[in-house]
Structures are given as C-alpha cells and as structure tokens.
C-alpha cells in the first residue's frame, strides 16, 4: 500500500488550506483513513479518521474547523483546515488502516504564519 498526499503549504492566520491522498495498491474493503500531524518535538497526533462508512472522529483542536472526507471509489481522504492559527503547524501524515496493519505517507509541511 502507497499514500501519496499534496497540499500543504504556507497560510496565514486564519486561512484554509486542502490536504488530499491517495491510496494504491492492495486496498482492502474495509479500512480506516486519516491524518495525523507532527509539530518540531512533539509526537505524531490524530487529527481526524474516517471509516468507510463515513463514521468520522476529530481531535478537540480539529472539531469545528477541520472536515475529512473520503472518496471510496478512488481511495483518496482529503482534509479542509479552515481557521489555521500557527499551533496547526506541523507534518501532516496521511493513513490507512486496515487487517491490523497501519500504512503512512511521506507527509505535508502546512506552515501557518501569524
């Protein structure tokens, strides 16, 4: 499995930026995707998951400015960051999840500047 993301960039305060991904490879039925981030020393964090079915989960930083969104038939995610503020600074991950096993991309630099 391969994750390729685009996206990323720099934005000022209060901007909106669109991650996309794409998956290929074995992509099984069922699966789990998402993005999580990673800020200069700090750990890799969810930022937000979706199933298949669409059922979706956010991180509290992310509810109410982010929406993940998934497109089955072309095994793609994609994430609208609207409200940036420079704590969203960070690599942005994307995921897939499926049989136990967790399959990440090369990851996105958004920067957001004050």
């Known amino acids: 499995v391969q994750l390729q993301a685009s996206g990323g960039g720099l934005v000022q305060a209060g901007g909106s930026l669109r991650l996309s991904c794409t998956a290929s490879g074995s992509i099984f039925s069922i699966n789990v995707m998402g993005w999580y981030r990673q800020a200069p020393g700090k750990q890799r964090e969810l930022v937000a998951t979706?199933?298949?079915?669409?059922?979706?989960s956010y991180s509290d930083s992310a509810k109410g400015r982010f929406t993940i969104s998934r497109d089955n038939a072309k095994n793609t995610v994609a994430l609208q960051m609207n409200s940036l503020n420079p704590e969203d600074t960070a690599v942005y991950y994307c995921s897939l999840r499926q049989s136990g096993h967790d399959y990440w991309g090369r990851g996105t630099q958004v920067t957001v500047s004050s």
């Open positions: 979706i199933t298949r079915l669409r059922t979706t």
